[in-house]
């Protein structure tokens, strides 16, 4: 059932249903007792009432919660902010007479609080809205709420009482009168007044296994068939499920008869006695105490929960006390002091036990891991306890039924006791571990495996183990300096990593932490014995586990014995396997590759045609084929899962699919929580998925995928991750929860009770976390940038990057992911992609790319309904509504202008997620994102700024970890100005002033907590860097400071006779000196020749020793923003997330305080660890303005972020903010082609002929004058984006029609394309126009490959020293120019001496990782010194001395992207890149390009080499691959010209193939498909080649069938010519590959 209706003015006075009409809605207040109010407006029964307030930290169960007696009197808060998706069941009886779907009889709460009423439910139980259930009920609802606020202001407060006044009564609080429950026996207004019997209903014990109903536990085989058990319960406010447990559940015959509270049950016949639930104060109940004593005294078995537990206590003689606020929510951590084993446990309770007034025969049974109050107590001789939690789980998880099941064994037999046992733990053995890396980033493994294996690096380092990492990508984080003691940059294949375990001998290994490829190497060494041979571990989850779980055959085995299933499916090894399984499965089928990442050679067969085409797909990545019954139109929900090796195991976040099974997770837009799963279904797959993590014996973290019915209660398991995986990386963003981490702690021997919260630094990690927002999270796709690529998604992966989003609504979550996504979106907009038709709009719809949400926003537009865009699409009406309501405030917004816009209005719009700029665009007339932001801020409608803190604001969090919304009343944190010093690592560790309190709410110090992160600003006050004569860390104030990542200090040649700040020129000298000036009392430094401003508070002073050090003077520490990258993309990938932490990293170390801004959830980054605050928010001008007028920082650093950040230079500027490093008028004329080019024309440097051009016919002109080729580029650009070599005037039109990339704003420049010129760059670091430190690479390939896709080698091993000079000469003129500040990247186009630049980028570009780690040198660190004005050194870099060789290689994906071309050109295409190091460029390349994927041939290779000058070229390698014995297969043209050329060989040595065109046998496709080719060289006749050649054929045939294919004609030379060095020397018993590690490399 769906019940649609949308929002349409700020708290909402009215509402548009789905057939229009509109319904009125009061406005509601909350009064608090000491006078702190909260408006919203009534959802449910108009009448105003008083209580007390608490508040719930459960995400779903609102109809379990409203029922459950021990609400009684309360003003319920649900922090979970979406409330009602579901909707409510109806009043349906289960065999008890009981309510089937609640936990009392009615309502029981006094009133209702949340922040977000969803007025869409969707759920096949659904039979009414919440709403109309409180109406049924006479219970008022409040919502538009910031619950956040209110849970803080309890939290800090206590809790207190409350009057919520409805309609007219908002303004009369005198109106009522306060209530306060606690003085009042609400257990008496709750017990039922009569005796009730309930037995196990006749057709159940005929059943003989009890039914799995709702909170059914595993575990329950066969019921006793024993005469049945007799058990009083006393009902204090028993809730129904407590009933179905004692009675249904058990493998007991239970009789069970519930009396009155009141009641005499103390002489009462039975075998054992039952204490239940109930609201308010123990202490009221004395007649029930009294009568419980008369129970002890006849020594009959008792169990109390909840109240119960209290009661016991008093009984005892113990007493209660009133805690601060309670526990109550369905995530508390309970510890079994028997076992010291951690449980998960639903609470509801305001009143505690005083553990310390227990009598001696007593003890604590259970106590709190966070707030350690009591939990439970047990008699140490008699069979009594109690818990104070909820063990019959409704709502919340079923970890503790098990209790239930002791009572009764208790009850059959008093003299059995539970045999309990308190693990032993020895001292940890392992002193050095080996990490295992994902290598270079591709489509289904990219950024979260360098986060993730960060993570795993600094828990390691926490333990004092010595980590060796063995990853060859360059640009992680993770292969930096001061992170792993050891990184070989090697391949992760099994022959390497083999030999660095022969070397380096470590005691364990973690192969979870680097995707599916370090997991497939650990399974192949794990197989040849090599851990066996030498002694290493395998720590974390054993092997044979992760074959369980990759193993589709023997991982459906498994689940069987534990009664859960998969899919149907069979495992197939041949293609005759494929089809048979394939029939008896019935069509359509999935199809998959077993031990494959992101779907890899999968996809959906409708018949036999389509089933053989995906299966010989698959077979060429894997050696076992799954056929699957498909499940299209399923919901997907995730689980991840943590587990350690005591058995304590915890589900740290689930997540749903927007879209439904059927198109891969990776490519699909999930949400965290979920959304549309009731209480049932949520904990029932959490309790699966933790059965089934059990079962394999995980330890560490995995991820569970199960698809489930949207129309009943069936579900199947889709697949275990027994790994760190992307969903992970999502996970641990989403929640706050660092799950890499907790794993690596896992995998040593640690438990989670023992691992800490990182974010409230005082609970443990072993708990499960309570969100109060929503987040949102969107694949990026770059399927625009390859031709005849097939953009429908189904189930292999093919987005390249994502987006995580967060927000305090789901409309608020979603539209801010959309605007990160695709920067030219404003939003959930119809105008992002048009659909011409209605034609292409349903096919759109019906078979989804990446468009489908801009097809559904066109949808709306055009009148579809909601019911009529899920018949097409099978997504959830809920998500569908929720869209709807989105369109209908825009159109609502296009029949006003902006002198309509109230602050209710615009108020509302942004809570739903709408930018300024998507507001004025459909106002009438529209309006300017400026005057729509003008009138924002005259209204004050500002945004909030909100904490993640794992806990719902229960716990108060040490975090800075933040996010924007509009659905709020207030900050949670001050500006960081005005704020708590820095986060910063190097400060010293002192107790926080607000240490978290005691259930009393007194301080109470933790025996487990951890000392809090602190510091006063008198600690920072002279915090001092020296010159001359420091060794180690110099200790100023208490706070360490040591030297560089160089083993240098900064400061030198700063004033008097010191040296001067570079080695360079003497102009050089001239421009940079600087002078010291006080001004009010503050030292600073200033540049002599117009140089950006000083910086205030960074001052500089003479040290004792004649020098100059930095002064941080406490008060101005100030913060700096620096924007990161944005979501990964192709073009933008990890390698900017290395800048941008190196430039945190260094601010941080010279006393500034780094807030991060970033969208990204796989990036180092947006840990928030990392930096000193984190945004995660979109890198839009209307965000990141946002963050600056709160912050009020230093200023901006974009310069590391990419092209992303670059983008916002000019908006930024226009609004005053101050950028750090080069100036923006600089980044503008670079990165205007149009404005640069005319620099360089008057600078007198040399660069291909141009012109801009604004319209197609100047573009023609120009392109005839200079003749065909020509290169046409946009500005503003990242990776080539719209960029083309274009051959003749037709293609020219074509390009830019498709492209229209014409732009009167910034004018498209056309150039001359030059062919078999040679590309240079010239990476570099300037300081006010010098140049400080640079970097010249060389390309293998020739220009016309885009810099990202080209082979790089460094230092450059083919360049005339006069080419070098001249590219020197040239970058120092373009740097005084634009008197650069910062880093910079320059590409140069080389043909016989003559030197031409093509390009100029103002910010690090993707090879500065590469340069820094090749050099040794930080260039960012050295960036960033010189931006923020801070002492620096030019590093001392001399190429002549380097007795290595690094080689930079890129990835592709071109496997995932089915029908593409894999040709290389101007518009880069790979998805990532690796680099390796050797004593010659051959040895760093051969290592560079196993990297990749790619296996180098051993036995032949099949040519077809092209253009006459690329067979030319090729000849001489051609015969050395002669010489090596190779079998040369080679089509028509390329076999003639060898045989012309004297490469006379036998017909078995030299064989001709056939192109495909022809149809004769022997064909070169046929020999690719029947695996008889080990490599294909094949290079086009064109750069831009689209028809379906013949060419094209054989390359996109390779691809398909796993076969290494190269496409430029300078790389396959170097790679045979680095085959024949490589055979040379094998040949002579030398060894080719060194295994080095990096400092072996760099150190000398």
């Known amino acids: 059932m769906i019940v649609r209706k949308s929002l349409t003015d700020h708290y909402f006075r009215h509402l548009l249903g789905s057939e229009g009409e509109e319904v009125s809605l009061k406005p509601a207040r909350l009064v608090l007792e000491d006078k702190k109010e909260f408006t919203g407006y009534s959802f449910g029964y108009d009448k105003s009432v008083a209580g007390e307030v608490v508040f719930n930290t459960g995400m779903v169960g609102y109809p379990e919660s409203l029922t459950d007696p021990s609400y009684a009197g309360q003003l319920l808060v649900l922090t979970y902010p979406l409330v009602g998706n579901y909707g409510v069941p109806d009043d349906e009886k289960d065999d008890f007479g009981l309510p089937k779907h609640f936990e009392g009889d009615r309502i029981h709460v006094t009133a209702l609080i949340v922040a977000d009423y969803s007025f869409s439910v969707s759920h096949y139980t659904a039979k009414r809205t919440l709403a109309e259930w409180l109406q049924e009920q006479r219970v008022p609802g409040i919502a538009g709420v910031d619950t956040r606020a209110l849970t803080k202001h309890i939290r800090e407060k206590g809790s207190m009482l409350g009057k919520l006044l409805i309609g007219d009564d908002v303004d009369n609080p005198e109106c009522i009168a306060w209530v306060n429950p606690n003085e009042t026996n609400l257990v008496a207004q709750v017990s039922h007044k009569e005796v009730r019997d309930f037995c196990e209903p006749v057709a159940s014990q005929q059943d003989g296994v009890p039914p799995d109903t709702n909170g059914t536990p595993n575990g329950v085989s066969e019921r006793d068939n024993r005469a049945p058990v007799r058990i009083v319960g006393v009902d204090c406010g028993m809730k129904h499920n407590i009933i179905r447990h004692l009675v249904h559940f058990m493998p007991y015959r239970v009789n069970l008869r519930v009396v009155p509270w009141d009641y005499p049950f103390g002489d009462e016949p039975m075998d054992g006695l039952f204490l239940s639930n109930g609201p308010g104060d123990p202490t009221f109940c004395k007649v029930t105490v009294e009568n419980i004593r008369k129970v002890m005294q006849r020594g009959l078995p008792i169990f109390g929960i909840c ?294 050679g999968s996809g959906f067969a409708a018949d036999e045609k389509a089933l053989l085409k ?368 820095s986060f910063s690592p190097y400060y010293n560790m002192t107790p926080p002033s607000d240490s978290p309190r005691d259930p009393r709410g007194h301080p109470h110090p933790y025996p487990m907590m951890r000392h809090h992160l602190s510091i006063s600003p008198q600690q920072t006050q002279e915090a001092m860097v020296h010159r001359h004569g420091v060794h180690g860390h110099e200790m100023m104030n208490g706070n360490a400071y040591g030297p560089t990542a160089h083993g240098q200090y900064f400061g030198d040649g700063l004033g008097g006779d010191s040296p001067t700040l570079t080695e360079s020129t003497s102009r050089s000298r001239a421009r940079m000196s600087l002078r010291l000036e006080s001004t009010d009392g503050h030292v600073y430094a200033k540049a002599a020749m117009g140089s950006t401003p000083a910086i205030p508070g960074m001052g500089l002073m003479r040290t004792s020793s004649g020098g100059i050090g930095s002064t941080i003077r406490g008060p101005e520490q100030q913060p700096v923003i620096v924007l990161g990258c944005g979501c990964y993309r192709i073009g933008s990938s990890v390698e900017f997330d290395w800048s941008a932490m190196s430039a945190v990293k260094t601010l941080r170390e010279l006393g500034h305080k780094a807030i991060v801004v970033n969208c990204n959830p796989e990036t180092v980054s947006t840990d928030f660890d990392e930096s000193d605050r984190l945004y995660f928010e979109d890198l839009s001008l209307e965000s990141v303005l946002d963050i600056y007028e709160f912050e009020d920082p230093l200023g901006i650093i974009l310069c590391v972020g990419g092209q992303t950040p670059n983008n916002l230079a000019l908006g930024l500027r226009r609004h005053k903010c101050r950028i750090l490093g080069t100036s923006v008028e600089s980044i503008d004329t670079a990165e205007d082609r149009h404005k640069f080019s005319k620099l360089c024309d008057s600078l007198g440097v040399d660069q291909p002929p141009w012109s801009a051009f604004t319209t197609f016919d100047e573009a023609l002109q120009f392109a005839k004058k200079v003749e065909f080729p020509v290169l046409v580029r946009p500005s503003y650009v990242l990776s080539g984006a719209a960029m083309r070599v274009v051959t003749d005037p037709s293609d020219l039109k074509s390009f830019l029609q498709e492209a229209a990339v014409v732009s009167r704003e910034h004018p498209v420049v056309i150039s001359k394309y030059i062919e078999n010129a040679k590309e240079v760059e010239m990476d570099a670091v ?247 080719i080990e490599m294909v060289i094949n290079v086009p006749e064109s750069m831009e080649s689209r028809a379906l050649t013949d060419g094209f054929q054989i390359r996109r045939t390779a691809i398909d069938r796993g076969v290494p294919l190269l496409t430029d004609i300078k790389l396959a030379s170097l790679l045979v010519d680095s085959l024949h060095r490589k055979w040379h020397r094998e040949s002579n018993g030398k060894t080719f590959f060194e295994i080095k590690s990096y400092d072996e490399y760099t150190s000398k």
């Open 307 to 600: 109240l119960g537990n209290q009661l016991l206590a008093l009984a005892a003689g113990a007493s209660t006390f009133k805690m601060k606020f309670g526990n109550r929510g369905m995530n508390q951590p309970v510890i079994d002091m028997r076992t010291t084993r951690c449980y998960i446990s639903p609470q509801n309770h305001g009143y505690a036990v005083d553990p310390e007034t227990l009598p001696p025969q007593w003890m604590q049974f259970f106590i709190n891991a966070n707030d350690q109050s009591n939990e439970g107590i047990i008699h140490r001789s008699n069979p009594w306890f109690s818990v104070q939690f909820h063990p019959e789980a409704a709502g919340g998880p079923t970890d503790t039924w098990f209790l239930f099941h002791d009572f009764l064994r208790a009850v059959m037999d008093p003299k059995l006791i539970p045999v309990t046992t308190v693990p032993v733990h020895f001292p940890q053995s392992t002193l050095k571990v080996l990490i295992l890396g994902s290598g270079g980033l591709s489509i289904g493994q990219a950024g979260e495996f360098d986060y993730s294996g960060s993570q795993c690096i600094k828990a390691l380092k926490q333990a004092n183990i010595y980590s060796v990492l063995i990853n060859p990508n360059i640009a992680t984080v993770q292969t930096s300096k001061g992170l792993a003691d050891r990184v070989y940059f090697l391949p992760v294949t099994p022959q390497f990593v083999e030999e660095v375990i022969k070397k380096e001998r470590p005691d364990g290994i973690l192969c979870t932490f680097g995707g599916q490829t370090a997991l497939n190497c650990a399974v192949q060494l794990d197989k040849k014995g090599v851990f066996k041979k030498y002694g290493c571990k395998v720590l974390g989850t054993p092997i044979a586990a992760i074959i369980k779980t990759e193993d589709r055959d023997v991982f459906a085995q498994e689940l069987k014995k534990i009664g859960e299933r998969c899919a149907e499916s069979f495992a197939a090894n041949s293609i005759e396997e494929s089809v048979v399984a394939a029939k008896r499965l019935g069509y359509p089928v999935l199809v998959r590759a077993a031990f494959a990442l992101g779907g890899l």
């Open 614 to 981: 995906l299966v010989h797909e698959a077979f060429a990545h894997s050696d076992q084929v799954l056929i699957d019954k498909s499940l299209k139109g399923w919901k997907e929900v995730e689980y991840e899962v943590v587990r350690d090796s005591k058995d304590n195991c915890i589900t740290v976040c689930n997540m749903e699919n927007f879209d439904p099974l059927g198109i891969h997770t990776g490519d699909s837009i999930v949400v965290a929580p979920s959304q549309t799963l009731s209480n049932k279904e949520y904990y029932k797959l959490r309790e699966t998925a933790i059965k089934v993590i059990r079962h394999f014996g995980i330890v560490g973290e995995c991820n569970i995928q199960y698809a489930v019915d949207p129309y009943s209660q069936d579900y199947c398991i889709v697949e275990v991750n027994a790994r760190l995986s992307r969903s992970s990386a999502l996970a641990s963003k989403a929640t706050g929860y660092p799950l890499a981490y907790v794993a690596a702690k896992l995998a040593l021997g640690q438990d989670l009770v023992q691992v800490r919260n990182s974010v409230t630094r005082s609970t443990t990690a072993c708990f499960e976390p309570s969100l109060d927002y929503v987040v949102t999270k969107i694949p990026r796709w770059d399927l625009r940038k390859f031709g005849l690529v097939d953009t429908k998604m189904g189930s292999a992966m093919k987005s390249v990057g994502e987006v995580m989003a967060i927000g305090r609504t789901f409309e608020e979550s979603m539209q801010k992911a959309l605007r990160m996504v695709e920067e030219s979106a404003h939003g959930f907009d119809p105008k992002t992609e048009v659909f011409p038709d209605k034609e292409a709009l349903n096919a759109e719809l019906q078979n989804p790319s990446p468009k489908r949400i801009w097809a559904i926003a066109q949808a709306f537009d055009e009148g579809y309904d909601v019911e009529s865009i899920h018949q097409m699409t099978k997504i959830d009406r809920w998500f569908l509504a929720k869209l709807k309501q989105i369109n209908d405030t825009r159109v609502h917004l296009t029949n006003m202008s902006i002198s309509d816009l109230t602050p209710d209005i615009i108020r509302h719009a942004k809570t739903i997620g709408f930018a300024d700029k998507q507001i004025g665009t459909w106002l009438r007339p529209e309006a300017s994102e400026m005057e729509v932001r003008a009138l924002r801020t005259e209204f004050n409608v500002r945004p909030w700024v909100k904490q993640i803190d794992t806990l719902a604001a229960e716990f108060p969090a040490q975090t800075n970890y933040l996010y924007l919304t509009y659905q709020g009343c207030e900050h949670d944190v001050e500006p960081t100005a005005e704020s708590a010093p």
């Open 1326 to 1572: 300037a300081a006010d126009g010098e140049i400080v430190n640079y970097a010249i690479s060389e390309h293998v390939e020739n220009a016309g490959v885009h810099s990202g896709d080209a082979t790089l080698v460094l230092p450059a091993q083919k360049l005339y020293v006069e080419t070098i000079r001249r590219v020197k000469k040239i970058s120092q003129k373009i740097a005084r120019a634009l008197l650069i500040t910062g880093p910079f990247n320059i590409q140069f186009m080389c043909k016989q001496n003559e030197v031409k630049v093509i390009e100029c980028n103002l910010r690090a570009s993707r090879t500065f990782p590469f340069i820094s780690k090749t050099f040794n040198t930080n260039f960012i660190e050295l960036a960033t010194r010189i931006m923020v004005r801070a002492p620096w050194r030019a590093a001392h870099i001399h190429l002549v001395d380097l007795e290595y060789v690094g080689v930079k290689a890129p990835m592709f994906s071109f496997t995932r992207l089915r029908g593409a071309d894999p040709v290389l050109g101007v518009e880069m295409r790979s998805t990532g890149e690796v680099a390796c190091y050797g004593s010659t460029k051959f040895e760093a390349f051969m290592k560079a390009l196993t990297s990749t994927g790619i296996k180098p041939p051993k036995s032949n290779i099949l040519l077809s080499t092209g253009p006459l000058h690329s067979k030319v070229e090729f000849l001489p390698y051609a015969r050395l691959l002669n010489l090596m014995g190779f079998k040369i297969y080679a089509t028509q043209g390329t076999y003639e010209f060898l045989h012309s050329h004297g490469l006379t060989m036998n017909e078995e040595e030299l064989v001709l193939l056939h192109k495909p065109s022809t149809g004769e046998e022997p064909n070169a496709k046929t020999y690719i498909v029947e695996g008889k």
